[in-house]
């Protein structure tokens, strides 16, 4: 008995011992996976230089210097006016703060450290931080899903998923770089509350989606989904109290939280995406009170008050219905905003609103974006789901709709391919480490057997083994799922998860048993794990690549590797850099600066005048207030504004249609139809993206037709089709007259013919077809080494007007004479 | 340092100003040949008694220049040279244009002798010279001294402020070409138009043909003034830089160092120019000629009244055509605006941005020039747009008669870059186009109402509700 108690103790100890050795290791693993996540993405630092990236990061970039500069206060109100001349836009009420608070504050709290790191440094890592915090926070769900094993091998997954990295590399510096960690850690805190039904973390559940909310306009998809699993938990008869501890404390504070982000405001209970947690938080009360008299009432009377409650509530329902039906019919867009019908029903925003689809990231994803962005994990996806269903708890249907929903989204819109990643991510995570157990498992049972003796029963074993190997593997899958929900209804230890490293000698006779049943033949598991490491080899591979090579070009320095080495192109910045160091705004300021100083300082004027000081001080607080308007395709708004420092026309905050609208359809406008325009506006400077000299794809050209569209939404005298061949789109000689003449081809290209003397155009691979041309009321200004960036600037108005001119067929016959000749002198592009 | 340097600096710019501002105003005068010194002197010694320096050349002269190193030798140029057809020296076509496009007045006379060059000239600025060359006004109503090619015309632009106070009471004679003015062309004013039944023909050929020149469409004498907006180069720059970059709508004539600084202003401003289809205007001969405008009274003699006798001893060209050359030469209808300010009411300070709703005060001052000073201008049509896209505020300023313009108003409830903006364009005067940018902006997240009365049932409400449950714990927690 004693020897039986002390081995018993014995166990006990050894098994306290492995648990803490697998906690450290554990541990060790996730910190490796940090490292690993951070690192993968400094992949565009190392290659590049530590630098903002693409178009909104330089608009967050620039929100986060100025809340750095101004404090929390004046950054909520902000009022903007340097984009959207001239209406400007409240900064405060319209940006989702989280990002800019969370790298505002990082930048904070390392300054009062001493570590003097500037803004722009904080926020190109912010982006690779957080997807370190997201790879935990992707342990958390997943080991609340199916235990450690899964977790990390989620987390390792989630690590360097290339979707996700696609969004997060150093200097990508977007809401969706804090939002992925939001979204995890608001799902984990989810299940965390519904397996353990603890008011605590139905709170902190809370408070991440207030910081969701405060960060990505997606939270309206948590907002979605958590009601849809707890309608599906109620509907498959699995309410319980921790359900609706799980659900109504985040609709109650989430919904009031979020009411508080200004950009939400009322929206969190006005608009129709929040409108699906109302009704389910109506559902589960309803279910609760159900629940409720049925524990108090006998069996018949309960019958008899279901009948009457369900008579009245079915009263109350439809009323109640009919007054939101007929709310929400009332509006226009249905209560529905433009992006989120879009979702619902992909054609929506193609027939609608041109300036959704005309974002090539709101466009549906080929099948090879899926390869590209998940890999492998699209294959073990599947199995995944499988592994969940055995057995379905509350938390494997939660992941179990994430998947589903996610994979809807992402073939939407190839933007939410970043909503997919983390789920396939915890579904790999789950089918690996299920796989990986059960082969494990196998050749641990097997290999004592074989290297002690050739037992005959192996040999049978196997052999009955082959024959109900699917079987079996379900069958412990059950069991071994069966463990889990055990500890999901106890307390969650990890007793019971750990089993399949104990030696085999230890196990109980029955679970050993059991164990026989479950084992897969030797050779079998062998090859499974090397196809399965090979998987996971590949996928390391393709991540890599794909961090390193497709997704670190920080988009506004472009490189091209060709025959004579490497070309890279930095046109942007010397765009931006010509516009901010070029303007007589800021020579007459410092001027002016300095004569201001003077008269400040008391020295007196001598000159018998109306008060120079006071015209002084006018002049002077206009060359501050006044700024050069620069009108470019509302893409490059943002990096127009923060790079080059001047008020734009439109940015890509696409809050107003109608002012982009203007815009396309003065640069679909003949010229001087769109000098007027953008006279009317007070613009200075055109600037236009080509990329027919070096063969940039995404420049202005390309988009132009999208320029034409959304201006002839809203201003029906440009039509498209005047702009299209037979249909086609073309810039060759075949092209209509209207798109010879339109603003942009002009700008595009004018002179370009003087580069190679045909004027071929290298991304759409044809000859221009108007070649050469004058400008008549713009002029060149400057054009960047590879011809990308062009700024033009309007002509002022003429001084006189001329005579109806009898003599103007001579007039122009000598001019055109004398502008081929000039032609001929111009000097040679630099860059040939 | 600094200091010191500073004022150097700026006695440096302000030198050329200063020495400037006193010299009497130089003209050059191109002839044809340096009889017409003496046919035409009377207007030239009406402009020497003006404390103007005349520089006569001879338009083929090879010397001539109008400017050196960059800057204008002249801030007038007349041109009694029709018959040129090239200019000596370096002056051409494209100089004469550039120098009326900096600012500087023109006068030109053509007649029927004209040369492509200057009819040119004259085209560039806004008038069509009939087709046929040998063309000339022909009137057989009102004509003098038995020429029908010589009318008497009186019928004048009804302004104040470019034919002067005095009314012109004698016709004025003139023998010439007439033109025809583009009407798209808002800045040129027919000054002296013909009469209806006047058109415009070669004497010597049939006419086989309508003529396309007629009636009161001829333009015997236009006027010309520009909107000058050509952005100042920046040697001309620093003191009057006026901010030129508010879009396009400039700030053109505000600012100067000296109100007596004459050059400064004009070179700013609008340049003025007169183009006359007739030389013999500004003669001797015409100006001290008697005039009885032989067709001035032919209709009512056919509607049976008695004849008036309209006979005067001196023609109204001399009158006439000095009162334009005060006109051209900026001496009348030249304004000036300074001191914008604007501000709170009941602030002094200029704000950087206003905030929706704010009452603010808007002031200008607006100063005509005399000839000799600037004296206040007092109109009471001088308005302001507060403008964003659309005037959002238009209001008629008041003035206190010395000059300063003064309104307040209320910012309107839509937040935006808005624009404070007079356009003034008034006939004659110089056209002032001030704009000023100015952010408004929506209110702080502090600055509304604290507490609502229409919500107090809701505060009632949540505030009862914390109390029942407050209650309510108490009650389920210690009542068993």
Redesign the interface.
């Given at each position: 008995m004693a020897a039986a108690a002390s081995a018993l103790e014995n166990e006990k100890d050894s098994k306290k011992l492995r648990y803490a050795f697998g906690n450290v290791l554990s541990l060790f693993i996730l910190l490796l996976i940090g490292v690993l996540a951070f690192s993968i993405r400094l992949f565009s630092v190392i290659k590049y230089e530590s630098v903002i990236h693409e178009f909104d990061p330089y608009f967050n970039y620039r929100v986060t210097q100025f809340l750095t500069k101004n404090g929390i206060?004046d950054f909520?109100?902000w009022?903007d006016?340097r984009t959207w001349?001239?209406?400007?836009r409240?900064i405060g009420g319209t940006v989702y703060p989280g990002l800019t608070l969370t790298a505002g504050s990082l930048w904070w709290f390392l300054n009062s450290l001493n570590i003097p790191l500037s803004v722009e440094t904080v926020c190109v890592f912010t982006a690779p931080i957080f997807s370190a915090i997201a790879a935990w926070a992707t342990y958390l769900l997943t080991k609340e899903v199916k235990g450690t094993g899964a977790g990390l091998t989620a987390a390792v997954l989630l690590a360097m998923v290339p979707s996700y990295i696609s969004r997060s590399v150093a200097g990508s510096y977007d809401n969706e770089a804090v939002a992925i960690f939001a979204l995890i850690f608001t799902f984990y805190l989810y299940i965390k509350t519904l397996n353990t039904g603890s008011l605590f973390y139905a709170t902190l559940n809370a408070l991440a989606y207030f910081y969701m909310v405060c960060s990505w306009g997606g939270y309206t998809f948590i907002i979605n989904l958590i009601p849809m699993h707890v309608l599906l938990c109620i509907v498959t008869g699995r309410y319980s109290s921790r359900l609706y501890i799980a659900y109504a404390p985040l609709v109650v504070l989430g919904t009031l939280l979020a009411a508080l982000v200004p950009v939400v405001g009322f929206n969190a209970v006005m608009t129709s995406e929040h409108f699906a947690s109302f009704l389910v938080f109506i559902i589960i009360h309803v279910v609760a009170l159900v629940y409720y008299i049925k524990g108090i009432l006998s069996q018949k009377m309960f019958k008899v008050a279901v009948t009457l409650v369900v008579s009245v509530g079915m009263v109350v329902c439809l009323a109640m219905v009919a007054v939101l039906v007929a709310l929400v019919a009332s509006s226009p867009t249905k209560g529905w905003s433009g992006r989120s019908l879009s979702l619902l029903d992909p054609t929506y925003a193609s027939k609608y609103i041109p300036i959704i689809a005309s974002v090539s990231e709101h466009q549906p994803p080929t099948w090879p974006s899926y390869f590209m962005d998940i890999n492998v994990l699209a294959f073990l996806v599947p199995a995944g789901i499988i592994s969940c269903f055995l057995p379905l708890s509350d938390a494997s249907s939660f992941v179990v709709l994430y998947i589903v929903t996610s994979v809807y989204f992402s073939g939407v819109m190839v933007r939410l391919m970043l909503v997919l990643a983390p789920a396939a991510c915890i579904m790999s995570g789950i089918a690996l480490s299920e796989a990986f157990d059960v082969f494990t498992r196998s050749i641990k049972c097997q290999l004592p057997e074989l290297l002690s003796d050739s037992q005959p029963g192996a040999g049978d074993m196997a052999s009955g083994n082959t024959v109900v190997h699917n079987d079996t593997v379900k069958v412990d899958k059950h069991s071994n799922a069966e463990k889990n929900d055990e500890t999901v209804k106890e307390r969650p230890s990890k007793k019971n998860r750990k089993k399949e490293k104990e030696p085999v000698e230890k196990v109980s006779i029955k679970s050993r048993i059991e164990k026989r049943l479950l084992v897969l033949p030797l050779e079998t598991s062998i090859i499974a794990i090397v196809l399965l490491i090979l998987l996971g080899a590949f996928y390391v591979v393709h991540c890599v690549w794909a961090a390193s090579e497709a997704y670190s070009a920080p988009s506004i320095v472009l490189t091209s590797h060709s025959h004579d080495g490497l070309h890279v192109f930095d046109d942007f910045r010397e765009a931006y850099a010509w516009l901010s160091h070029n303007?007589?705004?800021d020579?007459?300021e410092s001027?002016l600066t300095?004569?201001n100083?003077?008269v400040l300082?008391g020295?007196p004027?001598l000159?018998?005048?109306?008060?120079?000081l006071?015209?002084f001080?006018?002049?002077h607080?206009?060359?501050?207030?006044?700024?050069?308007?620069v009108a470019s395709w509302w893409d490059y708004g943002y990096q127009t504004t923060a790079m080059a420092n001047r008020t734009v026309i439109v940015d890509n905050n696409t809050w107003n249609n109608t002012h982009i609208a203007t815009v396309g359809t003065a640069m679909s406008s003949p010229e001087k139809a769109a000098w007027e325009i953008f006279?009317?506006?007070?613009?200075?400077y055109v600037l236009v993206v080509f990329g027919g000299l070096v063969g940039y794809p995404s420049d202005d050209i390309n988009k132009f037709l999208w320029m034409v569209r959304i201006g002839g939404g809203v201003f029906p005298h440009i039509k498209e089709p005047d702009y299209l061949r037979d249909g086609q789109y073309r810039i060759d000689s075949q092209a209509t007259p209207t798109m010879l003449n339109s603003l942009m081809y002009k700008l595009s290209y004018y002179r370009f013919v003087e580069t190679d003397g045909k004027g071929f155009d290298r991304v759409r691979r044809t000859e221009i077809g108007k070649k050469y041309f004058k400008l008549t009321h713009f002029e060149e200004v400057f054009t960047t080494h590879h011809w990308m960036v062009r700024l033009y600037k309007?002509k002022?108005?003429k001084?006189?007007?001329?005579?109806?001119?009898?003599?103007s067929k001579s007039n122009q016959k000598t001019s055109s004479t004398a502008r081929l000749k000039s032609a001929d002198k111009i000097k040679k592009n630099p860059w040939h | 340092m600094s200091n010191h340097l500073s004022i150097i600096f700026l006695i440096l710019i302000l030198l050329p100003f200063l020495t400037q501002s006193f010299s009497p105003k130089k003209v050059l005068i191109l002839l044809d040949d340096f009889s017409l010194k003496s046919s035409h002197s009377l207007y030239f010694t009406s402009l020497k008694n003006r404390n103007y320096h005349l520089d006569f050349h001879l338009a083929t002269d090879s010397n001539l220049k109008l400017s050196q190193h960059g800057e204008y030798l002249y801030d007038g140029l007349i041109l009694f040279s029709p018959t040129v057809q090239k200019f000596g020296g370096s002056l051409d076509l494209n100089s004469v244009l550039g120098f009326v496009d900096s600012g500087r007045n023109l006068i030109l006379a053509v007649d029927e002798s004209a040369s492509d060059l200057v009819k040119e000239i004259a085209t560039e600025c806004g008038v069509d010279f009939d087709e046929d060359s040998g063309a000339v006004v022909i009137d057989h109503g009102s004509f003098a001294d038995g020429d029908h090619m010589l009318i008497a015309s009186d019928d004048f632009i009804d302004s104040d402020v470019i034919l002067g106070k005095e009314k012109i009471e004698a016709p004025v004679l003139f023998k010439g070409i007439g033109h025809a003015l583009n009407p798209v062309n808002s800045q040129v004013l027919k000054v002296l138009s013909a009469s209806p039944w006047a058109y415009s023909a070669n004497p010597e050929s049939k006419l086989s043909s309508p003529p396309s020149l007629t009636g009161s469409r001829i333009s015997l004498v236009s006027v010309v003034q520009t909107t000058l907006s050509r952005v100042a180069k920046a040697s001309e720059t620093l003191c009057l830089v006026l901010p030129d970059n508010i879009g396009f709508r400039r700030i053109k004539a505000i600012a100067l160092f000296s109100p007596d600084d004459f050059k400064i202003l004009q070179a700013r401003n609008n340049a003025r120019i007169l183009i006359s289809g007739s030389l013999d205007l500004f003669s001797n001969r015409l100006f001290k000629s008697g005039v009885q405008k032989a067709g001035s009274s032919t209709n009512e003699e056919l509607m049976g009244k008695p004849t008036f006798d309209d006979r005067y001893l001196r023609s109204g060209n001399e009158q006439f055509t000095t009162e334009l050359s005060r006109w051209v030469f900026n001496e009348r209808g030249h304004l000036k605006a300074v001191n914008v300010r604007h501000n709170k009411v009941g602030e002094t300070v200029e704000p950087s941005m206003y905030r929706i709703t704010d009452d603010l005060e808007y002031s200008v001052e607006i100063y005509e020039w005399s000839g000799t000073s600037w004296e206040p201008y007092v109109s009471d049509d001088v308005q302001i747009q507060f403008y964003m896209m659309s005037p959002y505020v238009l209001k008629t300023l008041a003035t206190d008669k010395k000059g300063l313009y003064y309104t307040s108003f209320k910012v309107p409830d839509v937040y935006g870059v808005f624009q404070f903006k007079v356009e003034y364009h008034k006939l004659g005067y110089t056209s002032l186009s001030l704009a000023k940018q100015i952010p408004v902006r929506p209110f702080r997240h502090n600055e509304y109402e604290r507490f609502l009365t229409a919500a107090f049932p809701y505060y009632g409400a949540s505030f009862s509700t914390m109390a029942g449950f407050f209650v309510f714990s108490i009650i389920y927690l210690y009542n068993k």
């Open positions: 206060y909520w109100n009022f006016d001349y001239p209406l400007g409240v303007t007589d705004v020579d007459k001027i300095s004569l100083a003077c300082m020295i004027i000159i018998n005048t109306h008060g120079p006071s015209v001080t006018v002049q607080s206009l060359a501050v207030k006044t700024n050069k308007l006279n009317s506006l007070d613009v200075k309007l002022s108005p001084n006189r007007i001329r005579g109806k001119a009898k003599k | -």
